[in-house]
């Protein structure tokens, strides 16, 4: 499925409730003039990995597609000129899919954009099967130089048009602007449609792919689904839509009548703040019954709010080379994140002696730790951020505070021992690593820093050892204060 959103923030809720009239169950859902300015998953549809492409071109760019999450799904990196895509590898039941989704802007130039899309079809030319799908602003029932080499691009592609009637229908112009393309060894099976929907001026188009090879068959298409209403789209929510839809129907049979046209546009108006009051109003609601307990606020609160997309890769590049199973990418991630730390001091400079002896002390006195007394362990504790993470032993700070009076001697017995011999419990030295993404490519592991968490228990002996060595620096002026 697909429809030009123009802007998924204003018209996510009108979005979620055309799918949930619809009752159909859509492996994939295509969204295109989104407005895309972050990664940000403004719908949150159960079920559905989000991948974006942000807005590159003009601030009114932006494509989203929504994969269902049982759909085994590779993120490509690939660029267009003069417009927003997004290319992803699907599979289904052992049988690869190249899908496109693409947004170009009218303000972009077109030629610049038929020469990058031809050379990225003629690139991927080795797929079997493919879709490209989107709002490309050319319009193919024109008969215009445009037109005409953009069919002839796709058709040199092996891709057949699904939709060849208008999606777009204005007071004055009727024109097919999205579209979708396909190429199948089986292309006549496909059944593809056009709803008349009035979210935006544009109409919604549908396509129920099959795949025929010798080995397997599939049908790409939607099924219905049982999902409950959002409990904020009433009946007469949806009664109101329908009637906007026969009013908008009505005023392009009769574009000339002003007075039918404005009445529909202060109606659409009218209904879209009646349907985010509704959803305001609900959410306010539910707070207000959730009134004492913090943890259900912020329950409801993160249900209403936008969150940030987060996608798992299917296969990782090191050295031009692909690495697809989950436990060899997180060794060649964590190798990667091991020398990393060796190579950047390596780039260091070398530092003269003298430049150092200008801001620090020398002293002769040696150093003596006190031994660590229990209420310093309880103290430590105590100090620790009471939150809910945990490194490798899944022990929180939360629990250490509730069981402290029972651990703190053998805590301290630990940590005493530690100091006094010289080493590090090897126990502590272990932590959770998390890959973030920074920017560029999420198949190369260049492109990732990391994010350590370490144990709760370790972090009461750093602070013993840390209240040692600032006292000792404090007392004989160690660091300058330049």
Known sequence: MHTNIRSLKKHADELNILLQELDLNFDVIILTETWNKDNTDVLKLQDYNTFTATNKVTSKDGVSILIKKNIETIECETDIIDANMKKLEL??????????????SPSGKTNNFL?????????????????????????ILANTNEAEEYLQIMYRNDYISGINSP????????????????????????????????????????????????????????ERKNQRRKPWITQAIINSIRHREELGKKIKKN????????????????????????KNDFYKHEITKAQGNPKQIWNIINTYRPTKIINHISRLRINNKYIENGKNMANAMNEYFTNISKHMASQIPNVKRKDIKACSRHTEDSTFWTPITTDEINKNIHELKNGTSSGLDKIQSRTLNEIASFITSLLRHICNNSIQQGIFP??????????????????????????????????????CITARLQSYSNKHKLISNM
Do not use: W
Not at 255 to 276: F, P, Q, S
Not at 436 to 445: M, N, Q
């Open 91 to 104: 599979k289904i039941r052992n049988t690869e899919l190249t899908l496109y989704g693409i947004y170009r």
């Open 115 to 139: 020469t990058s899309l031809e050379e990225i079809l003629d690139r991927d030319k080795t797929a079997t099967t493919a879709i490209l799908v989107g709002d490309i602003n050319i319009d």
């Open 167 to 222: 999606t777009r229908v204005t007071e004055n112009t009727e024109t097919c602007i999205d579209h979708i393309f396909i190429k199948s060894k089986d292309s006549n099976s496909n059944k593809n449609m056009i709803l008349e929907t009035d979210i935006t001026d544009h109409y919604t188009v549908i396509a129920m792919i099959e795949n025929k090879t010798a080995e397997n068959k599939y049908t790409f298409k939607p």
């Open 255 to 278: 574009n000339h009548d002003v007075a039918d046209r404005e009445g529909y546009k202060r109606y659409r108006n009218l209904l879209t703040k009646c349907i985010k009051q509704a």
């Open 426 to 463: 090897e126990a502590y030295k272990s932590s959770i690593i998390t890959p973030i993404h920074k920017s560029g490519s999420k198949e190369d592991v260049t492109n990732y820093r990391p994010i350590s968490i370490t144990s709760n228990l370790p972090k009461i002996l750093e602070k």
